[in-house]
């Protein structure tokens, strides 16, 4: 019994988060390009370049710590939560950090 009450709360707990990001997007991949006009590029997993712009309310995290988008640099892995307006994608928190290549490590 104690087991289907804890799978019940997981559930739930799941599926609230789920629902948490209600009608955003995430734009996930490597930043390319990162423009005076607050906009930032991200060629996608999908190898596809989306851009997305920012707002004085945009939030930056790198690695975990609190940042700005003088932090985020071109090749940083980035993802960003974004919602639409209009015809643009609006980031409201762009998470990054920097890509390591697994070639070079030990």
Do not use: C, W
């Amino acid at each position: 019994m104690k087991r289907m009450i804890t799978l019940v709360l997981i559930v739930m707990l799941a599926a609230g988060s789920l629902f948490a990001h209600g009608k955003g997007q995430h734009v996930i991949g490597t930043v390319t390009a990162i423009t005076d006009d607050n906009s930032i590029t991200v060629k996608t997993t999908a190898k596809d370049p989306v851009t997305v712009y920012t707002m004085a309310d945009t939030k930056y995290e790198k690695g975990g710590a609190a940042a700005s988008i003088n932090d985020l640099k071109v090749g940083d892995r980035a993802v960003i939560h974004a919602t639409k307006m209009s015809d643009k994608l609006m980031a409201t928190e762009v998470r990054f950090g920097v890509v390591v290549n697994s070639a070079h490590q030990p």
